[in-house]
T-cell receptor, first 115, second 117 residues
Framework: DTGVSQNPRHKITKRGQNVTFRCDPI?????LYWYRQTLGQGPEFLTY????????KSRLLSDRFSAERPKGSFSTLEIQRTEQGDSAMYLC?????????????FGEGSRLTVL | AQKVTQAQTEISVVEKEDVTLDCVYE???????LFWYKQPPSGELVFLIR??????QNEISGRYSWNFQKSTSSFNFTITASQVVDSAVYFC??????????????FGSGTQLTVLP
């Protein structure tokens, strides 16, 4: 399977714990995105990488959130001191650098449940 | 600011009926792109179509068709002869060139389509 891969698919944690999600994009894609989706809502943009550079961050990305893409390939999204409001599906997507037109290819998401 | 509105939260149809999903958008950009994605129960968003703001031609792909009307800021999606496998949440999304939104897709809240056998 050469699509976007996300791990783990589901994470249950207690409030205050740290969690990390990993995303492996489609290999030739230089752009990588993280989105968050809560129940009954559309995905909301969190952050964007072009190669290893993090070029955009949403206001939704508080200082408890950090994302990296160290070698321009896979990316990690870490949430520190989790809160119940962090419970959501975290979606990763990748695309080729085609300006505004490139469609995003999404993974199946990592569902976070904070107890 | 950009906004996408999908007023239909849930739609239920019987198999073989036609169904139209509405999408209305707001943007100050003169150049922008509109997208439709399908999200089946597995959770993965599947790209269906992209349309740029300069191309108002309607498009048909098999049982799917899209009607883009710039005058009403709408980009509606019709499924002809619906099938049970079409059951999913459908999202309309917008991407513009404005500062701060160049890379972001702004999604609507989605329409849950249920096709009954």
């Amino acid at each position: 399977d050469t699509g976007v891969s996300q791990n783990p698919r589901h994470k249950i944690t207690k409030r205050g714990q740290n969690v990390t999600f990993r995303c492996d994009p489609i290999s030739e894609h230089n752009r990588l995105y993280w989105y968050r989706q809560t129940l009954g809502q559309g995905p909301e943009f969190l952050t964007y990488f072009q190669n290893e550079a993090q070029l955009e961050k949403s206001r939704l990305l508080s200082d408890r959130f950090s994302a990296e893409r160290p070698k321009g390939s896979f990316s990690t999204l870490e949430i520190q001191r989790t809160e119940q409001g962090d419970s959501a599906m975290y979606l990763c997507a990748s695309s080729l650098g085609r300006g505004q037109a490139g469609e995003l290819f999404f993974g199946e998401g990592s569902r976070l449940t904070v107890l | 600011a950009q906004k996408v509105t999908q007023a239909q939260t849930e739609i239920s149809v019987v198999e073989k009926e036609d169904v139209t999903l509405d999408c209305v958008y707001e943007t100050r950009d003169t150049t922008y792109y509109l997208f439709w994605y399908k999200q089946p129960p597995s959770g993965e968003l599947v790209f269906l179509i992209r349309r740029n703001s300069f191309d108002e031609q309607n498009e048909i792909s098999g049982r799917y068709s899209w009607n883009f009307q710039k005058s009403t800021s709408s980009f509606n999606f019709t499924i002809t002869a619906s099938q049970v496998v079409d059951s999913a949440v459908y999202f309309c999304a917008l991407r513009g060139r404005s500062s701060g939104s160049a890379r972001q897709l702004t999604f609507g809240s989605g329409t849950q389509l249920t096709v009954l056998p």
